[in-house]
């Protein structure tokens, strides 16, 4: 993908315009999204096998319910304020130890994102942007919200 | 001689003592090491939590293939290292389709019309102005290239203080949405109940939301930030 929303190839061919990008996508999901599915499959035989997953859901649970979801799902929200490729995997890995449901992911979705990566983007967006660091908890609180409303969207209606 | 002294400093560099120093991390580190590789952790019939810091535990199973016919090649069943990375692989294919899709879009103008189409709202919804457009619609593809041209606007003088903010808000939440949803979400896109394009429209909304939120809240609380400006 361009850096500037404008399109620069060599060629016109949509073939191998294709190929490009295809070739970008084999990149990425063999560099990022590979090593960061693996390692959260780790994390969360780790945590299943220690008892955390039980433990957060019974303590989240309550709380958890008002956007449909089961108490361990926080575990899923709280990785995707680190990263979230990692909360995708965590997801799916729990998706297939049957913890999660279908509805739940869709309700999930949007958070993954809205909420997704703020420490990575903190450096990378706001610190490269040079948005002062006074205002950082403000845009913080912004997507958590964000998140939060958007959950209870898709609960509500969608999911 | 000269080359022999170069030889000689060379030897004595490598084994410099400063470089050899070990803290107790070190140590600790060893230990971890040794216990994580060894296998010993499973030993412990009373004590199976011992068992996740064990590598061969980690390092988990493949799923099997029960349903022949109806199972594909990541199985049923599959944990740890072993079974994410299957599950990894199987991606792979829809997120090099979906970027060769957005790359021949992309190349016919897609982005340049998409553009078009939010420059009208910037201004009554989030008062910043449309020469911001191109820097927000980067963002939704790639939040570096969108911090950068943010920065340059800034740097110009084209954008005050508070639009600098505001953009910030825009870009932070569902940051490189485009790129990172059919990359990342497209993991989870077989199970999704509802379709596809909900969830993602939602997080395009809802970056207006934020945004709008952490205007209010500037002209509220940090209305004497930004007097100078105007």
């Known amino acids: 993908m361009s850096n500037n929303g404008q399109s620069k190839h060599t060629t016109n061919n949509p073939f191998d315009i294709f190929i490009i990008g295809a070739r970008k996508g084999f990149n990425i999901a063999v560099n990022n999204l590979v090593p960061n599915i693996l390692m959260a499959y780790a994390v969360s035989e780790v945590l299943r096998i220690l008892g955390v997953m039980k433990l957060v859901g019974e303590i989240f649970g309550p709380m958890m319910f008002i956007f449909g979801l089961p108490g361990e799902a926080v575990t899923v929200l709280l990785t995707a304020w680190l990263s979230s490729s990692a909360a995708v995997g965590l997801a799916a890995s729990m998706f297939n130890n049957g913890i999660l449901e279908p509805r739940h992911l869709t309700i999930l979705m949007p958070a993954f994102f809205l909420l997704g990566a703020q420490l990575q983007y903190m450096g990378r967006l706001l610190g490269v942007a040079d948005v002062p660091k006074r205002y950082w908890p403000l845009l913080m609180s912004a997507s958590l919200l964000n998140a939060l409303c958007a959950m209870l969207i898709m609960n509500w209606f969608f999911a | ?230």
């Open chain 2, 1 to 230: 001689m000269q080359e022999e002294n170069k030889e000689q400093k060379k030897v004595s560099a490598q084994y410099d003592p400063e470089q050899w120093k070990v803290g107790p991390k070190g140590f600790i580190a060893l230990i971890v090491a040794i216990l994580f590789f060894s296998g010993i952790l499973v030993n412990f019939p009373d004590m199976k939590w011992l068992s996740a810091f064990d590598f061969t535990t980690l390092t988990g199973k493949f799923g099997a293939i029960k349903a022949t016919g109806k199972a594909t090649f990541v199985g049923s069943g599959g944990a740890g290292a072993r079974g994410g990375f299957l599950f990894a692989l199987s991606l792979v294919p829809s997120v090099m389709f979906a970027l060769g899709m957005i790359e021949v879009l992309e190349h016919y103008g897609a982005i340049k019309a998409a553009q078009k189409c939010l420059t009208p709202f910037l201004k009554p919804l989030l008062g910043i102005p449309g020469l911001t457009g191109l820097a927000l619609i980067t963002d939704l593809q790639s939040t570096d290239a969108g911090a950068v041209l943010t920065k340059g606007l800034y740097d110009d003088g084209l954008i005050t203080k508070k639009d600098l903010v505001i953009m910030g808000a825009w870009q932070y939440s569902g940051a490189g949405m485009i790129a990172n949803y059919f990359m990342i979400g497209s993991a989870l896109f077989a199970n999704l109940t509802c379709a596809l394009l909900i969830p993602f429209a939602l997080i395009f909304i809802f970056k207006f939301v934020g945004a709008i939120y952490v205007r209010i809240m500037l002209n509220l609380f940090y209305k004497g930030d930004f007097q100078d400006e105007q």
